[in-house]
Every structure is written in structure tokens, then in C-alpha cells.
């Protein structure tokens, strides 16, 4: 049974909107257009709507047949990224410096789908909540909206998300159960030397060959320190320093992230990189300030939800196209928040092109809106479905 005829005869429409949210795109916390656009449809979908968990959250409720009280909630994010498009497309961002370089657009317009489906069919018994959630790019847009009371004020028995796959071919659906996706740190560290003329190093406690020797010294940690069977990543990804061809800086600032799929292994992390920055600052007699910040934590699909979004997706696409055991994940997905809450599972769609996500020249391909919401519309019909109180 392949995608539901009801959400394919409106398609063009998902398309439509899809579009118009890729050529208006809005980072985290700034989802006001974006927000706004998910709220009156889901209005006039006779759905009801909460607005302003997390900031620009958006909530929207709908009850089915019967007198089910079982809860599931359907996550979106709805982000775009601080960066530049490079297509020519001609729904290409409108806005410099904004893309929806990752999909969420697509994400969006696929839970769209799935409530109109829902609020005109009503084939269901129970409460589905869809959560459209803001500021998913590293910036705690899940943590905030649970912070503002998202499953006191909404309750959810169960939660699925799910992202677009260019990695996969159109047609593919991936779930892994179990560690699926990476926790993620964000780190800061401030060395603070003394500069001088770039002729008189010997006056200088050299803050750029600190930081040379200090980036060095990081990169023994996961090769050095963390067990080899555990899968680890210390990246630096930025480094300032200085101003002039003769001035030696006394400042260097490095930044960059850690991503591991357990807690004891980042826990590991940390304690090794604030050691390493106090040894190499009691070495060169400098002050090193380091900032470690939790951003992701790990992305765990439980058995039950995996093997639900498995059964259903065999509905969906050619059940030879599902995918169970895919490989982790390095990258990360603040939804790991919301199922370390509620128990669920979050999935990947495959679609044509091979430009990955975080590419100034990604393109989603369309296509894949239809499986989408027929996924995240079938999970519901299948989890509660009518008659199962009666």
C-alpha cells in the first residue's frame, strides 16, 4: 500500500507551501512568518492551536473518534540556517545569509500534510498533538518548549520525528533502534597571553603558538583516551587570533564540538580537555578559560517505536526500501530531548540528489512530502486506531 491517496491528491498544495517557506527563511527563535503560516493552516484545518511554547512553538491539538485517551505527539522543526543558498532556484531564499540548508522547510510542510490528512479523515481514536518546534540548529529549541511545559501541557504517551535523507536513495526509509544520533558539546576556550612585536618573541607568552600546540594536544583525546570501540569526535573548528603582520597576539580564541554516542564517553571528554588546557596553561604560564556547554544530548530510538515506524513504513514505500540497521549517526537532533522525556523514534526519508544538508547547494527534493505525511499519518491510524475502545 503506497502513500495515502487522500495526501497525494494535495500534494501540489504541500509543494506550494514548501516553497513559499524555503524562499522566506528564519533561524532559530525568529520563526514569526514561519509560525504564523503553521498556525493558520492548522486553524483552518479546524485543529486547535497553542502559540509561544519555546518562543515561536507552535501546538496544535486534534481529537479523533472514539473516546481513546492514548496521546501521541508529531514533532516538525521549522528552522532554517545562518547561512548562504548557492542554487538557482527559483524559490531560492529571499533572505541574505538564511537557508533552509538542512530541510526543515520539508520537515514543516510534511506535518502540515499529516494534520490536514488527520483533521479531514478523523480515522483515529485519540489525541494527536503536533509539535512544531522551533530553533532545532544548536540552539535548544526542544529544551526550551519542555522548559515551557510542552508534555505537562500536552501530554504524550509516545513521540516520532523524522528528517530527509539525502544519504538515502527516494523511496528509502531508514530506523535504527537504539543509539541513532550523536550527543553533541559546544566548546569555547580563551587563551589569554601577552603580546609584543612580532621582532620580540622573546617579550611574548604567544598566545597563537599556544593555541597551536594546545589544538594538538586536544586531538590526542579521542585517540589516546577514549575507548576505541566507542565512537568519538573532537572537531576545532575555529581559530582566532591576532591583527597585524608584526604583533605578536597575546589573545587566541578556539572553537568547536565533541560529539559522542555515550554520556561517559563525553563526560571522559570534558574532564580531559579542561585538564589538558590547565596543564598547557601552567606550561606557558598563561590563563586558559575553557567553556564546555551541553548541546545534543543522544538520540535513542526505543524497540517499540522503531519496530512501529518499521511496520508502517513497509505500508509506505517498498518494504524492501526499509532500512532497520543503518548506520549511526555522528550528527546530532535536539529531539533527543523530547524522547529522553517520552519514549519514541525518529526516522530518515531518502530523496533524489546527492548534495548533503549544511551544503549551500541542497535542494529537497519534493517528491518525498507525500511519504512523509502518509508516515506520520499512518503511525497514527496504526497506534490508535478506531474501534480499539469500542
Not at 505527539?73 to 541574505?96: C, V
Not at 530506523?175 to 576556550?189: E, Q, R, T
Not at 618573541?201 to 570501540?229: C, F, H
Request: glycine share 10%; hydrophobic share 40%.
Amino acid at each position: 500500500m503506497p502513500t495515502i491517496d487522500r495526501i497525494d491528491a494535495f500534494a501540489d498544495e504541500l509543494t506550494a507551501i514548501r516553497r513559499d517557506l524555503h524562499a522566506h527563511p528564519e533561524i532559530g527563535f525568529e520563526e514569526v512568518r514561519t509560525s504564523g503560516i503553521v498556525a493558520d493552516k492548522l486553524k483552518s484545518w479546524g485543529i486547535e492551536v497553542h502559540r509561544g511554547l519555546g518562543g515561536t512553538g507552535v501546538i496544535g491539538v486534534l481529537k479523533g473518534k472514539g473516546s481513546g485517551t492514548k496521546r501521541i505527539g508529531l514533532r516538525a522543526d521549522m528552522d532554517a540556517l545562518p547561512m548562504e543558498e548557492n542554487t538557482n532556484l527559483k524559490w531560492r531564499s529571499t533572505i541574505p545569509g538564511r537557508f533552509h540548508g538542512c530541510g526543515h522547510d520539508g520537515h514543516t510542510t510534511m506535518l502540515l500534510g499529516s494534520a490536514r490528512y488527520l483533521a479531514e479523515t478523523r480515522n483515529f481514536d485519540g489525541t494527536v498533538h503536533f509539535i512544531f518546534q522551533p530553533a532545532e540548529e544548536g540552539l535548544g529549541g526542544a529544551r526550551a518548549m519542555i522548559k515551557d511545559g510542552l508534555f505537562e501541557k500536552f501530554p504524550c504517551d509516545e513521540v516520532y520525528g523524522l528528517h530527509n535523507a539525502p544519504d538515502l536513495n527516494h523511496g528509502e526509509i531508514a530506523i535504527l533502534p537504539g543509539p541513532a544520533m550523536a550527543g553533541a558539546d559546544f566548546f569555547d576556550i580563551k587563551i589569554h597571553g601577552y603580546g609584543a612585536h612580532g621582532a620580540m618573541p622573546e617579550r611574548s607568552k604567544d598566545a597563537v603558538v599556544i593555541a597551536m600546540t594546545l589544538g594538538q594536544a586536544l586531538q590526542s583525546i579521542v585517540s589516546r583516551n577514549v575507548d576505541p570501540l566507542h565512537p568519538a569526535v573532537l572537531s576545532i573548528t575555529q581559530i582566532h587570533s591576532g591583527s597585524a603582520y608584526n604583533v605578536i597576539p597575546g589573545d587566541a580564541w578556539m572553537c568547536g564540538t565533541v560529539r559522542a554516542f555515550s554520556d561517559d564517553t563525553r563526560v571522559l571528554i570534558r574532564k580531559r580537555m579542561r585538564e589538558i588546557c590547565a596543564g598547557i596553561a601552567a606550561a606557558y604560564d598563561v590563563e586558559i578559560s575553557v567553556d564546555i556547554r551541553d548541546g545534543f544530548s543522544v538520540l535513542v530510538n526505543q524497540e517499540e517505536q522503531s519496530r512501529v515506524v518499521e511496520d508502517v513504513a513497509r505500508t509506505v514505500v517498498d518494504p524492501d526500501k526499509v532500512f532497520t540497521r543503518s548506520t549511526p549517526k555522528m550528527g546530532s537532533e535536539d529531539f533527543a530531548d523530547m524522547m529522553q522525556a517520552i519514549p519514541g523514534a525518529y526516522f530518515w526519508v531518502g530523496h533524489d540528489g546527492s548534495v548533503p544538508v549544511h551544503n549551500p547547494g541542497y535542494v529537497l527534493d519534493d517528491k518525498i512530502l507525500p511519504i512523509g505525511a502518509s508516515m506520520f499519518a499512518r503511525i497514527i491510524e496504526k497506534r490508535m486506531p478506531v474501534g480499539a475502545h469500542a
